[in-house]
T-cell receptor, first 112, second 114 residues
């Protein structure tokens, strides 16, 4: 069984601060996806990383896939209140069709 | 529509009732996934369809859960004789290809079993 440990579970910061969310596993994943979910809505895909060591930047968000494809991180620079939400990492592995294993999520609150 | 839609958005059922949850994927998407999300948790995989074929149903919690996608488009998740532990948000996701690399989620159906 593949498991993804996501940390921290809760993060409360002030506007303008930087933060990093971690996603770790003992299993190798063929790809890893990051989602953001708001209350009452489904997860929204932020990025997919597929290559070990890959780094992708999306405005103030930086995503990294570990060299061994077992871990990933999401770094947000100069957080804004609009970044508030639940961040989920999800790994695909063990099947050819992308069955996802999700972490338990990080609830981020950015205070103005 | 432009995205994945699900109906109903909210469903309250009495224990023992049967429920049916509908998913309309993005037009032309080959792959369709169902996930279950308990309060405060990440989603958990239930089942996967490639067109009309159900290729993986390993995540369905019991034989009370049944899913179908008869024409390779709309999918229905049916839960028979609902129990309180079935209370959760049921999410549907579709993906354009068969790799599942880009999964687009619907808003979910929140099921509450009393």
């Amino acid at each position: 069984t593949q498991l993804l440990e996501q940390s921290p579970q809760f993060l409360s910061i002030q506007e303008g601060e930087n933060l990093t969310v971690y996603c770790n596993s003992s299993s190798v994943f063929s790809s890893l996806q990051w989602y953001r979910q708001e209350p009452g809505e489904g997860p929204v895909l932020l990025v997919t990383v597929v290559t070990g060591g890959e780094v992708k930047k999306l405005k103030r968000l930086t995503f990294q896939f570990g060299d061994a494809r077992k871990d990933s991180s999401l770094h947000i620079t100069a957080a804004q209140p609009g970044d508030t939400g639940l961040y989920l990492c999800a790994g695909a592995g063990g099947t050819s069709y992308g069955k996802l294993t999700f972490g338990q999520g990080t609830i981020l609150t950015v205070h103005p | 529509g432009a995205g994945v839609s699900q109906s109903p958005r909210y469903k309250v059922a009495k224990r023992g009732q049967d429920v049916a949850l509908r998913c309309d994927p993005i037009s032309g998407h080959v792959s369709l996934f169902w996930y279950q999300q308990a309060l405060g948790q990440g989603p958990e995989f239930l089942t996967y369809f490639q067109n009309e074929a159900q290729l993986d149903k390993s995540g369905l919690p019991s034989d009370r859960f049944f899913a179908e996608r008869p024409e390779g488009s709309v999918s229905t998740l049916k839960i028979q004789r609902t129990q309180q532990e079935d209370s959760a948000v049921y999410l549907c996701a579709s993906s354009p290809g068969t790799s599942g690399l880009f999964q687009f989620f619907g808003p979910g159906t929140r099921l509450t079993v009393l």
